[in-house]
């Protein structure tokens, strides 16, 4: 629990970083690594944080994999639309994101049981 | 789960004389000892990988590539690396915050080094690809009319909103830590989806080791297809996480209804080989989100990347057909997705290619003929890199068959992840992908082959030498597999790699060419297209990818095929085109310096541009000049020093191309008649153009 609260402060400070230097138009190396690293965590917590799965390496898949499907749908709408305006769309992903995630900082659900439904095994061993 | 290993026998306190030593004191003491072994191996091993950096020179790689560059200091980090991995694992079962560090160390020393040596990105197609990021970047347009890969342009359009937000001048930036950052992104769904097949951590780690150093194919550079990975292990850990049916005899409702008998006897398999792990149905709230995120994968994927879901669809369909996934229309919708896509999105592409689509589909064995011996081809060392590959994968293969047939004794058949580890290579029976289709299904496989493979090493043993024995296989194995590894992965360094001199070629080339020329080279593997790719045509004399490829044999065919290139093309020959045509064409070596040489000798090309690893030749501008056509319909140029009649259709194409439509010639004849007569060198080189010196008077 503590671990995630960490890991959505970091994230929300990273977003925040990086809409940041983008609207100061800071660019170059640097600015490039943070906003991936953002692209492939800030959307994909903000989507699936409330879900609450119960295992960090299955959530933290999804995370990655969350944050490159939307970073190429996103650029793939701004191409068909003809509409390409990279910088504001990753700030309006910073903005939109940042809170969502921040949220989860202090306001987390318990984790739930082991023994709920979404565990029962039917065959096979249970872990 | 697993047998505590005792420490080695031999390790009783001897007191010294006069000492008296607590009972149990120097055993605690020695086994203390001993669990700093593993922290110590892997300290050692990284001061050893650092001072192989300082001493390694990575333009020294030979024939076999960068294994023949690599210092002493580089062998003993990978094995010092590996024994404290084993230590950690097998033997002292250290904190997996130990094992994890190893596995990231292990990954930038096979992966990073050359990332690390290298000042410049290696890999010629990855600055393609930059190439395509960086018009996406300007232009927020693709351009699918040039290159078939913009029909799935996925990647790029990700990567050029990367660039383009952050402000990156070129992403040629990216490049060069793509395949670190791709590697370390492939870890979090590879654990995931190893937790869901074995509890058994051991199993994991060694799997995850494994991966990495049988991970030699070398599709994690810059590139669609990298990316798209982590999609699809998230998509393979969706389904198997959530929609495994729960219990064995559901499974099949689906067939008993058609064909009982083989309802029958998918349920006696599956009886027989049970997955280790339960499955764990996604509760109500979550099943919608992922079945839409699930979906949202899969058409991401299908923008992307044009192999990976065709792939998928035959792993979709195993799943189905095997029981182990009960989202039955999740191949359909894939399929519909890719038809969808194909239909819309890539018709650029396969209007033009229906045979290579569709041409071998189905033909299985020319598929393999294709993937293997097809691609045996070129000198000696070559051969040897190649031949080390399919040898590398053979025994990757062998070893996952060992290590099923292992968990089947131990009554573990693990049927999901064996249909994972298998189905990939169906893809070979839809399309050879230009003889490249084993390696992809083989990357594809990886992930269950190297879990299987692991599974030789983990079997529960009351005896501490078979442990022990174990242990010391494993530690043998992953010695053995990495110089194997450094040849199939980095064998083809010497034409793979990219040099500053290179690299500042082909910028002169982008910086002064003026908009419109050619730039032309020997073969593809070069770092060209990495900017401006419209404003350029460009051509390479061997096009490995080209269905009908030009095989030059001798100097004097490249002569030949270069001779007649249009006005203002500029030649690049760089070092590494260099390496290829000695290695993979069997050129004799100093080849390019007599291409070079006898190509000036000709008067057609002036060298505009030199250093140490490339020389630019440019054939110059054609003469100013105007098109005519007589009302007879011969047509001429008119210089200022003459008259010159093209006499066949090619020569009038030329013409045409060269100085626009043919203007009527008796409007302009006052003009024409006014024109005198003089020597001029050869236009065209071609003999259908000649001069024609009294053409004013017959006319």
Known sequence: MRARRWTSAAVSALGVVVAGLLLAEVEGGITAWLTAAFLLSGPGLALIARLRFDDAWVEASLVVAIGVALTIALAQAMIWSGQWQPKAAVVVIAVVTVPLVATNCWNMPPRRSRSTPDTVATSGTKR | ?699
């Open chain 2, 1 to 699: 789960m697993s047998v505590r290993v005792e420490p080695p026998l031999g390790t009783a306190e001897r007191p010294a004389d006069g000492v008296r030593v607590p009972p149990g004191l120097l055993r605690r003491r020695v086994r203390q000892g001993r669990r700093l072994l593993p922290y110590a191996a892997t300290f050692v091993a990284v001061l050893a990988w650092l001072r192989a950096l300082g001493a390694v020179d990575w333009t020294r790689a030979g024939d076999l590539g960068l294994i023949t560059a690599l210092t002493p200091s580089y062998f003993l980090a990978v094995g010092l690396l590996s024994t404290g991995f084993v230590l950690a694992l097998l033997v002292e079962r250290s904190s997996s915050r130990l094992l994890a560090v190893q596995v990231l160390l292990w990954i930038v020393m096979l992966h990073g080094t050359v990332s690390i040596l290298q000042p410049e990105p290696r890999f010629p197609m990855a600055w393609l690809h930059a190439g395509f990021t960086e018009y996406i970047a300007r232009s927020g347009a693709t351009l699918p009319v040039l290159d078939a890969r913009f029909s799935w342009p996925g990647f790029f359009s990700g990567m050029a909103l990367l660039a383009s937000a952050a402000g990156v001048d070129s992403p040629v930036a990216f490049l060069r830590w793509a395949p670190v950052a791709f590697n370390i992104l492939y870890l979090i769904p590879l654990v995931a989806l190893l937790r869901e097949v074995t509890t058994d951590t051991r199993t994991r780690w060694l799997a995850l080791w494994l991966f990495y150093t049988a991970n030699w194919v070398g599709q994690d550079y810059y590139s669609p297809q990298a990316l798209v990975y982590i999609l699809l292990l998230a998509s393979l850990l969706i389904t198997v996480r959530w929609f495994r049916p729960g219990d064995r005899r559901t499974a099949y409702q689906h067939a008993s209804r058609l064909a009982p008998r083989v309802n029958a006897w998918l349920l006696s398999i599956r009886t027989r080989l049970p997955d280790e792990l339960a499955v764990r149905p996604a509760p109500a709230r979550h099943r919608v989100f992922l079945i839409l995120l699930l979906t949202g994968l899969l058409a991401v994927m299908v923008v992307t990347h044009q192999l990976t879901p065709v792939s998928l669809i035959g792993t979709l369909i195993m799943l189905v057909l095997a029981g182990s996934c009960r989202l039955r229309l999740l191949p359909v919708i894939l399929i519909v997705l890719l038809a969808g896509w194909v239909s819309y999105g890539a018709v650029a592409f396969w209007s033009g290619h229906i045979d290579a689509l569709f041409g071998t589909f189905g033909q299985l064995a020319g598929s393999v003929q294709r993937n293997v011996s097809g691609r045996l081809d070129g000198s000696g060392a070559r051969m040897a890199v190649l031949g080390t590959r399919l040898a590398f994968a053979a025994v990757v293969g062998l070893l996952a068959a060992v290590g099923f047939l292992c968990r089947v004794r131990r009554g573990r058949g693990d049927l999901t992840f064996a249909v994972l580890a298998g189905s990939p290579f169906l893809v070979l029976a839809a399309n050879s992908y230009g003889g490249e289709a084993l390696l992809r299904a083989y990357f594809f496989a990886l992930p269950f082959l190297a879990f299987f493979a692991a599974s030789i090493f983990t079997g529960r043993s009351p005896y501490e030498a078979r442990a022990l024995l174990r242990a010391g296989g494993f530690l043998i194995l992953s010695v053995v597999l990495v110089p194997a590894f450094l040849v199939a992965r980095y064998g083809n360094e010497r034409y793979e790699m990219v040099t500053p001199h290179e690299a500042a070629a082909f910028s002169h080339f982008y910086d002064n060419a003026p908009t419109g020329a050619t730039l032309a080279t020997v073969s593809t593997e070069v770092p060209w297209r990495f900017r401006s790719i419209e404003a350029h045509d460009h051509t390479a004399v061997v096009d490995t990818w080209a269905t009908d490829e030009f095989r030059p044999s001798e100097v004097s065919d490249l002569v030949a095929a270069v001779h007649d290139l249009p006005h203002d093309s500029w030649l690049v020959v760089t070092r590494g085109q260099e390496a290829y045509g000695e290695l993979a064409l069997s050129l004799p070596t100093g080849w390019a310096q007599e291409l070079t040489d006898d190509l000036v000798a000709t008067g057609r090309f002036d060298v505009v541009y030199a250093n140490e690893d490339a020389r630019i030749l440019r054939r110059p501008s054609p003469p100013e000049g105007v098109h005519y056509v007589t009302p007879e319909g011969r047509q001429f140029l008119r210089l200022e020093a003459g008259w010159w009649e093209a006499t066949g259709p090619h020569q009038r194409d030329e013409l045409a191309r060269v100085y626009g439509p043919p203007r009527s010639y008796a409007q302009d004849q006052p003009a024409a008649q006014q024109a005198h007569m003089g020597s001029i060198p050869d236009l065209f080189g071609m003999g259908g153009i000649r001069r024609y010196p009294d053409f004013a008077g017959r006319s």
